[in-house]
């Protein structure tokens, strides 16, 4: 019986969605919960894709194939009794055989959180702590640059195993937190992102927002395709994936 999960998790103290040698990750955690309620047997689950370390996800979605059937909300009750709680299984649902939780994907949206006020120790893993005045107004200009379809090979670590750089940004935001203006959460909706590739988008974005860089220079940071004419890398912290659409 084929399986399709919607979970959460702090990606805080994982070294990753992935599993890895000798490292705590959420795949392996998932898994080694599966295979107790599998009889022993191992259970591969498979992600709508990877996120870094120190990388949060609100709904990331997974397949898993189990030997027998179970009632979804008792399977949901188990997975969580025996997975540390910083993962959390949200629902499961049966799907069919041919259902593929990163393939039959169109789009995702992810979201990056910035403060910038006054540090604040008990957010530091959830919220990046720029702590500096930002222009907003320079800032959401730019984003309009990295709508529509483009070659975003500029904001992605280089890999010999992707073939197609080309990836289309549908909508893009930032919003202020009414409780507290200083703090912003910028989204992005698209039909798929590399390693890296929002960091490094956002990390663009700062440097336009210190007034460093013109929304302009995105247009021909993006015909170089190249990583060396994008901005620095923005921590890990302040990303989440928000939602993965089907």
């Known amino acids: 019986m084929k399986y399709f999960m ?10 990753g969605y992935q599993k890895q040698p000798r490292e705590r990750t959420v795949q392996k955690v998932i898994e080694d919960a599966l295979k107790e309620i599998n009889g022993g047997k191992a259970v591969n689950i498979t992600a709508s894709g990877r996120t870094d370390a120190g990388v949060h996800a609100l709904n990331q979605k997974a ?28 629902r499961i649902e049966e ?8 393939y039959n994907a169109i789009g995702k949206e992810y ?10 120790p008990i957010e530091r893993n959830y919220v990046y702590q720029y ?7 320079e800032m959401e200009r730019a984003l309009k640059y990295l709508e529509g379809e483009h070659n975003f090979k500029s904001f992605t670590k280089t890999n010999e195993e992707i ?29 798929g992102f590399m390693r ?18 013109a929304a302009e220079d995105i247009i021909e940071i993006l015909k170089h395709e190249n990583r060396t004419f994008a ?13 993965v659409f089907y």
Not at 196 to 213: A, D, F, P, S
């Open 6 to 15: 919607t979970f959460s998790y702090d990606g805080s103290n994982f070294a």
């Open 111 to 120: 979201i990056y959180k910035i403060n910038m006020g006054e540090y604040n």
């Open 63 to 90: 397949t898993f194939e189990m030997i027998k059937s179970f009632d979804v909300e008792k399977l949901k009750k188990a997975i969580n009794s025996l997975i540390p709680d910083d993962v959390y299984i949200k």
């Open 231 to 243: 901005g620095k890398t923005a921590p890990a912290c302040g990303l989440y994936l928000r939602n």
């Open 131 to 137: 702590n500096n005045k930002l222009d907003l107004s």
């Open 196 to 213: 890296y590739m929002v960091r490094n988008m956002v990390g663009l974005l700062i440097e336009i927002g210190e007034g460093k860089r």
């Open 95 to 102: 799907v069919a055989d041919d259902f593929h939780a990163r």
């Open 163 to 191: 073939l197609d750089y080309v990836r289309t940004i549908s909508v893009t935001s930032i919003e202020r937190d009414v409780k507290d203006l200083n703090k912003i959460v910028i989204s992005f909706v698209g039909t």
